[in-house]
Structures are given as C-alpha cells and as structure tokens.
C-alpha cells in the first residue's frame, strides 16, 4: 500500500515538474514580449473605425509601434517607451522590424502616470535614415504633426509634405493625433543585438535582407501587411558623404 502511495506521488511530482519545465519554455524574453505588444496594439488600432486613414498607410515609409509609453508624474512633461519600427521595401512588402525606444518631450498638462500606445507613420524616408546616425528630434530633426483620422479620409500631397511624421495615441480607450514636439526616436541597438545577433546592424534589418528570426516578429511584419495596403515606392539613393 504504501509503495503504491510514493509510486503514486512521484508520478504526480513528475507530471508537475514537467508542468513546470513546459511553462518556463513557453516564457517570453523581454524582446518577445515587446514584438507581441506591438503586433497587438497595432491591430487592435487598426480595428477602431474612425482610425489612421488607409490612404496614409498605404503611403507610409515606415512605421513604429510603441506600446505603454510612460508619461511622466505630477505635471512633469516627458515620456519613455520601447517598441518596433519596420521600413516598407521598394517591391511593397515590409522589412525585419527594428527595435526602437522614444523618449523626452511631453504631451501637455499630466496628472500621475500615464501608459500610452504611440504609432508614428513615417511619410519620408530620410526620417528613417535619420534614425541609423542618432536620434531623431521630433520637431526639430524631423517635422512631426498630429495625424488625420478617418479610415476613408484621403491624405493628399499637401498634407505630406506638412509633416514627415505622423503621430497617433491610445490612451484609456481614446484614440487620437498626438503631437510630439520634442520627442527623440532612436534604435535600441542592445535589443537589436539580442534579437538578431551582435553582427547584424540596424540598418541591415531595416533596409537589408534580413530575416526575422523569431515568431514574435514575423507576427509584427504579417500584421503590417495586412493593415498597410501594398504600395511600390522608389527607394531614395543614400546621401553621399563629403
């Protein structure tokens, strides 16, 4: 009886610790995690009806997703996030995303702490170029405005060449244009290198061949596709240096 008892026991402690060893398999690196944040908060945007326009995303350059951008306490501007940023390809489809980190600037008068959903659609291609140099100023390195809305509103020339950033917030279920104004955008190399490897350059990712390694991220790219109607652009040359 009580070698059937242990016999018993070590079995359930076994299928337990197994239970154990599936879960922690089955959890996400920090990197993981960000690119599922940015592919759910990406679509579930893109499925508020009154949302970006589809004429702008389908002109889009690029675009960043940062999810749960913290805004700063007691009526102290600034904000700090971490999130994606993918470069569309001359054929339409999308590059491997980068990682990618916002910080500084305000959005106003805040009470407390706040998280928010950023989106920025990138009209010009030199703002992403900008970013593999630095940091990019939002306002200063790179004219930055509130986006329209309306999922069926035409975007025409006029207002593209107003702003080479469009900036877009969820906040507590309200979505909207946001303006940026002094916000700086940059590339999170130290995530990059996790992601992809030491050896891989956050240029290769964006405007190389470079191949998503992870499920997490081939998720962001498949959910870009789908949100971004297809559209063929012609890549500008790289600016020679002096």
Do not use: C
């Not at 299928?15 to 940015?38: I, M, P, W, Y």
């Amino acid at each position: 009886m009580r070698f059937r008892f242990a016999a018993a026991a070590l079995v359930a402690l076994t299928v337990f610790a197994s239970g154990l060893s599936g879960f922690a398999q089955a959890k996400l690196n920090d990197e993981e995690e960000r690119a599922v944040d940015a592919t759910k908060v990406l679509t579930e945007i893109m499925g508020i009806p009154e949302t970006i326009p589809e004429d702008l995303m389908k002109r889009a350059h690029g675009i960043a997703v940062i999810p749960h951008v913290v805004k700063g306490a007691f009526g102290i501007g600034g904000q700090f996030g971490k999130g994606l940023i993918a470069q569309r390809r001359e054929n339409g489809s999308w590059s491997a995303p980068s990682y990618a980190d916002i910080g500084g600037g305000s959005f106003g008068l805040q009470i407390g702490v706040q998280a928010t959903d950023l989106v920025l659609i990138f009209t010009d291609e030199d703002g992403l170029r900008g970013l593999l140099k630095s940091k990019v100023k939002l306002g200063a390195d790179a004219s930055v405005a509130a986006g329209p809305l309306g999922r069926k509103a035409e975007v025409g020339t006029d207002v593209l060449l107003r702003s080479g950033v469009f900036a877009y917030s969820r906040s507590k279920g309200l979505f909207a244009g946001v303006s940026l104004d002094g916000s700086a955008v940059g590339i999170d190399d130290s995530a990059n290198q996790k992601a992809y490897g030491k050896d891989v350059s956050a240029e290769q990712i964006l405007f190389g061949n470079v191949t998503a390694k992870n499920a997490q991220l081939q998720d962001f790219m498949k959910a870009l596709q789908t949100h971004s109607p297809a559209h063929v652009h012609t890549a500008k040359e790289p600016a020679k240096s002096k």
